[in-house]
């Protein structure tokens, strides 16, 4: 079956092989969650009732609980029969006011055999992955608001992270009347020359491996307000991603389905496709002070807000993206000591560049921070 254009699957005809519906229980479906940088006050989880036997006890081993929680949430588990899922985002100004609306769609064979859509103003993909090569309409390079809807959907939690010399704590964090278990995972001290990726602290449900929050500790917070299965897989129904006290993205699942089988037909692009690297879809969290021994220092030296900034005794922090190029994008003030000096400080950080973020190799976008302080000198 060739896709062009707005790619949907046709409806099989008789004899086709059959299509089981997502079955979506919405564990919780409030109206609001009031967020914050440290604390989500969420109202309790009403679990439906059930037919199904009582769940296993959750593990209070934190990697055994980090690995339950990977293999059950997301679909990148082994063994999932094909699939397809669609999801509607919206992305925001730093203000908070909404920014942009976009759709995102997979359909899934194999890791070598699927197609990735993403749609928005400003930014379009159809990319297929085949045995015999991959192939794009657009840009495979994903910018990162898309990175972070693939990520919180499809693969929020890494099912082999490297964790060398990572330290692993178990914690309950009460909000309002719920106790959520969660894995803590403290940095790792990394190999010369090598950069260790920040994860999140993870919790979950209290019965149930399903993921409700992921503090990343570096940038933003990712509450999961609803959560629909797939098979026997969790996924994030809707969930909503800030930065300190402002929404940066939500995004709700629209639709999941999963086929006996896709025939490899489907997968087949339109001869306007054109030869590229399969899309990149990665991001590395890293702290302030690792992410600042790649900034090229001249695109901060002579900077008259960043000079003023230092004689003044100021401080500010903010949380941005850098992408696959070292570019900055998606700036967001966290603090500052002088408020005056906030909008200069936006522009000047704006222009920074880095040498670009290598994970296997390959240039990586980065969620980080961003600290100013005159107490610390920039890189010569």
């Known amino acids: 079956m060739n896709i062009s254009g707005a790619p949907r699957p046709d409806p099989p005809p008789p004899g086709a092989p059959h299509l089981a519906e997502m079955c979506v229980r919405r564990r919780t479906a409030p109206h609001r969650i009031l967020l914050c940088a440290l604390l989500f006050a969420l109202p309790a989880f009403a679990l439906a009732a ?20 990977a293999l059950r ?23 908070g006011h909404p ?6 769609e997979e359909w899934w064979a194999a890791p070598d055999e699927y197609v990735l859509v993403f749609d928005r103003k400003g930014y379009h993909l159809q990319a297929w992955v085949t045995p015999h090569g991959s192939f794009a309409i657009g840009n495979p390079d994903l910018p990162m608001p898309e990175r972070l809807v693939y990520h919180w959907i499809v693969a929020p939690i890494p099912r082999h992270p490297d964790l060398t010399g990572a330290h692993f704590r178990y914690r309950v964090r009460l909000i309002g009347p719920m106790q959520l278990p969660c894995v803590q995972i403290d940095s790792r001290q990394p190999a010369p020359g090598n950069l260790p990726p920040q994860y999140p602290t993870f919790c979950f449900e209290s019965h149930h491996p399903m993921l409700r929050i992921a503090d990343t500790r570096i940038s933003e917070v990712v509450t999961t307000a609803a959560v629909g299965e797939l098979g026997r897989q969790y996924l994030a129904q809707h969930f909503t991603a800030v ?8 995004a709700t699942l629209q639709r999941g389905e999963s086929f006996i089988r896709i025939d490899p037909s489907f997968f087949a692009p339109p001869a306007n496709a054109r030869p590229a ?7 590395l969290y890293l702290t302030a002070r690792e992410a600042a021994t790649h900034l090229i220092p001249s695109s901060a030296a002579h900077n008259g807000p ?4 230092q004689m003044s005794h100021a401080f500010v922090e903010l949380a941005a993206s850098i992408d696959t190029h070292g570019r900055v994008h998606g700036l967001q003030i966290l603090g500052s000591t002088d408020p005056y000096l906030v909008s200069s400080i936006y522009q000047a950080v704006s222009h920074f560049r880095y040498r670009p ?14 600290l100013l302080d005159f107490r610390v000198r920039f890189p010569k």
């Not at 059930?50 to 929680?69: E, I, T």
């Not at 960043?306 to 900034?309: D, E, I, R, V």
């Not at 290598?358 to 969620?367: E, M, S, W």
């Open 50 to 69: 059930q037919s199904k036997p009582a769940p296993p006890a959750m593990p209070k081993n934190p990697l055994a609980l980090l690995q339950l929680g």
């Open 73 to 95: 949430n997301g679909l990148t588990a082994p063994g999932l029969p094909p699939w397809h899922i669609k999801v509607s985002y919206q992305t925001y100004k730093p203000n």
């Open 99 to 104: 920014k942009a609306t976009g759709t995102f």
């Open 243 to 250: 930065i300190g006290p402002r929404i940066i993205l939500t």
């Open 277 to 283: 690297p399969p899309p990149s879809t990665s991001i």
């Open 306 to 309: 960043l000079s003023f900034l």
């Open 357 to 370: 973020f290598l994970l296997n190799g390959a240039p990586t976008a980065v969620r980080t921070r961003i």
